[in-house]
């Protein structure tokens, strides 16, 4: 898949996944909405209900400011299938004049946000690379900005897995 594919892709999309890292070194994902800014992608902290504003997602990227989006589609057509993985560095956005065109851009992409303010503070991931698959794609290798072979590499677990030691 080119960039230009990918990148349109993720434009018509309506939600993504963000990762992160836990100070103890596991995944933490989360559902989310963006604006994609290229070489950017923005993400808010809205307001709608939480059971703190203190986040995993910000504590995480706090503390190591690696992130991975992934964006894709699922279709019970498996013909229609495809994903787009964005690794970058996120920092977050608090001053209002770093948010005013992440927030305009979020404003006008999803109706559900009417006032500027609600989007505070608002995740920006500078993206360092890319990788893409489709199944309409004639190779079932992803195409990506950097060689990634490592991602078709599968390892067993070095520590038993929720106390199993057979895997």
């Not at 279709?75 to 608090?94: H, K, M, P, T, Y």
């Not at 946000?113 to 698959?133: H, Q």
């Not at 992803?142 to 599968?154: A, I, K, L, N």
């Amino acid at each position: 898949m080119d960039r230009s594919t990918a990148w349109a892709l993720i434009e018509a999309a309506r939600v993504a996944t963000l990762g992160t890292i836990r100070a103890g070194g596991r995944l933490h994902l989360v559902p989310c909405v963006f604006a994609l800014a290229d070489p950017l992608i923005y993400i808010p902290v809205d307001a709608k209900p939480k059971r703190t504003r203190e986040l995993l997602r910000l504590t995480n990227l706090e503390a190591n400011p690696h992130a991975v989006i992934l964006v894709h589609s699922w279709d019970e057509d498996w013909s229609r299938l495809w994903w787009v993985r964005l690794d970058g560095r996120a920092r977050l956005l608090q001053s209002l004049s770093e948010m005013q065109n992440p927030r305009r851009l979020l404003l006008a992409r999803y109706s559900q946000y009417t006032d500027p303010a609600e989007l505070n503070p608002i995740i920006a991931v500078d993206i360092d690379s890319w990788k893409a698959w489709s199944s309409r794609q004639s190779s079932s290798r992803p195409s990506s900005t950097v060689d990634d072979r490592d991602d078709d590499v599968h390892r067993r677990p070095t520590r038993p897995v929720r106390g199993r030691a057979d895997l």
